[in-house]
């Protein structure tokens, strides 16, 4: 009973933050400011930016959460992975990464990867959520970012959107610790 409500929760917090809009366009760049070297569970986006680096990743090298804050700016997890970035094993590791992590494609936000005893399976789905984002701080206190598409439409220019506000975000929060 207190993981439900614990759960549901979180949830309304999340949603608190959320606009309902669905038609904000924005004409972002895909990101002409600083080198970003950005780590990848899963397949690598189809983003040309000589400023923008992606390498592989695999969740168990993750673990290693001193390694992956030193060496990248944010991390990745593709659709294909969501399932099982959802292991209850993976929570500790996201909230000591240093770094922003980022759950792309994902409709149920980033409550069940950070949430002990919510899978994602039983996540209520989010309306508008394309991407979401997490950043443990401190011991009780995180941020978290959700990224929808223009107008919920799928196709490359809303995309390329969504990859260009995220990458404005880890720029930030790189700039921020500096």
Request: aromatic share 12%.
């Amino acid at each position: 009973m207190k993981n439900i409500y614990l759960c549901s929760l979180m949830t309304a917090l999340a949603l608190s933050g959320c606009s309902t809009e669905t038609s904000k366009e924005e004409n972002a760049s895909l990101n002409n400011g600083a080198y970003l070297k950005i780590g990848i569970v899963g397949e690598k986006p189809h983003i040309q930016k000589e400023n923008i680096k992606f390498e592989a990743l695999s969740l168990e090298q993750l673990k290693d959460t001193k390694k992956v804050s030193s060496n990248f700016d944010a991390v990745f997890i593709t659709k294909g992975n969501l399932k099982k970035a959802d292991d209850e094993k993976y929570v500790t590791v996201y909230d000591n990464l240093k770094i922003p992590i980022f759950f792309l494609q994902t409709t149920k936000g980033f409550l069940p990867f950070v949430t002990e005893g919510l899978s994602y399976k039983e996540a209520s789905e989010l309306n508008h959520s394309y991407a979401s984002g997490y950043l443990k701080e401190k011991k009780s206190s995180y941020r978290y970012w959700e990224y929808g598409l223009n107008d919920d439409v799928v196709n490359e220019k809303n995309i390329n959107n969504v990859y260009s506000r995220i990458f404005k975000t880890v720029e930030d929060v790189k700039r921020e610790k500096s």
